[in-house]
T-cell receptor, first 118, second 110 residues
């Protein structure tokens, strides 16, 4: 079964609205969570890295005021796309790094969120 | 600039064929290497890690050449279900973050 739960799987919203995406680690504590964005036929691009209880580290070119990341607990990180515009339409995926019993430290991916901004 | 380069393909092969993908990486400090498989609009799934001595998992063989900064994936006796995009993934060395290649698309035909 899934070890990282990401919701929602699909969002269609109007331009100017804010969208929150949740990423939860199941049965393990995620010391670090990563947020990626993938445009059609492009590679996964790391947006930011977050550690529980501290501010996220954003990659160059990613606006931290537009993409708000909260990692309030060891099992939950959220990405909020504020004032979304059509160019923000993309596939957003989270991943969580942590120790899973019997599997050591691994990186697990959420199932992704397809965001479409009209 | 830290990059991972792959031939985007597509590779169109018949069932049963052997197909090989290559990947080069620019950061000589990278220590960990992986092949992931990604189906359309799905999350990437780890296919296999790549070790210096080379490793095999069933029909899949991965090779690493550190001197040339080159990784390969060989798929033997390809199945229809192997159709997917294969991502070469390298850690960036300094912070342990993963750098993804753009992927190589494989299409296995009956």
């Amino acid at each position: 079964g899934a070890v990282v739960s990401q919701h929602p799987s699909r969002v269609i919203c109007k331009s100017g609205t804010s969208v929150k995406i949740e990423c939860r680690s199941l049965d393990f504590q995620a010391t670090t969570m990563f947020w990626y964005r993938q445009f059609p036929k492009k590679s996964l691009m790391l947006m930011a890295t977050s550690n529980e209880g501290s501010k996220a580290t954003y990659e160059q070119g990613v606006e931290k005021d537009k993409f708000l990341i909260n990692h309030a607990s060891l099992t939950l990180s959220t990405l909020t796309v504020t004032s979304a515009h059509p160019e923000d339409s993309s596939f957003y995926i989270c991943s969580a790094r942590g120790h899973l019993r019997g599997k050591g430290e691994k990186l697990f991916f959420g199932s992704g969120t397809q965001l479409s901004v009209l | 600039r830290k990059e991972v380069e792959q031939d985007p393909g597509p590779f169109n092969v018949p069932e049963g064929a052997t197909v090989a993908f290559n990947c080069t990486y620019s950061n000589s400090a990278s220590q960990s290497f992986f092949w992931y498989r990604q189906d359309c609009r799905k999350e990437p799934k780890l296919l296999m890690s790549v070790y210096s001595s080379g490793n095999e998992d069933g029909r899949f063989t991965a090779q690493l050449n550190r001197a040339s900064q080159y990784i390969s994936l060989l798929i033997r006796d390809s199945k229809l279900s192997d159709s997917a995009t294969y991502l070469c993934v390298v850690n960036d060395g300094s912070q342990g973050n993963l750098i993804f290649g753009k992927g190589t698309k494989l299409s296995v035909k009956p």
